[in-house]
């Protein structure tokens, strides 16, 4: 009922820039928190930024001060800016959406992106 389409991914050298986007579209009433989550290899996936509908901004310890997260509610979109990157940044990114999609409904259905590779490497 709802996709998220992620883009922006690929190869960085150390200390260099990609953006990241994500657009969700579907049966979509609100959404009250968007997400980027990343996963190296191995079986834990990890937040990275975090964004509520309010504007409350969290991040994770390993990317304050070098990423940026900011969403465009009136279009559903949200977005990383990820400056100053490190080999470590390298993992698979997936964008995530806790969305409420009947009115008057305070349930959220979660649904995540297909996943956008970053590769930091020289």
């Known amino acids: 009922q709802v996709q998220l389409v992620e883009s922006g991914g690929g190869l960085a050298q150390p200390g260099g820039s990609l953006t990241l986007s994500c657009a969700a579209s579907g049966k979509i009433f609100s959404i009250n928190r968007m997400a980027w989550y990343r996963q190296a290899p191995g079986p834990q996936r990890e937040l990275v930024a975090s964004?509520?509908?309010?504007?409350?901004?969290n991040y994770a310890d390993s990317v304050k001060g070098r990423f940026s997260i900011s969403r465009d509610n009136a279009k559903n979109t949200v977005s990383l800016q990820m400056n100053s990157l490190k080999p470590e940044d390298t993992a698979v990114y997936y964008c995530?959406?806790?969305?409420?999609?009947?009115?008057?409904?305070?349930?959220?259905?979660?649904?995540w992106g297909q996943g956008t590779q970053v590769t930091v490497s020289s």
């Open positions: 995530n959406a806790r969305v409420v999609i009947t009115p008057g409904s305070r349930y959220e259905y979660v649904y």
């Open positions: 964004i509520i509908s309010g504007g409350n901004i």
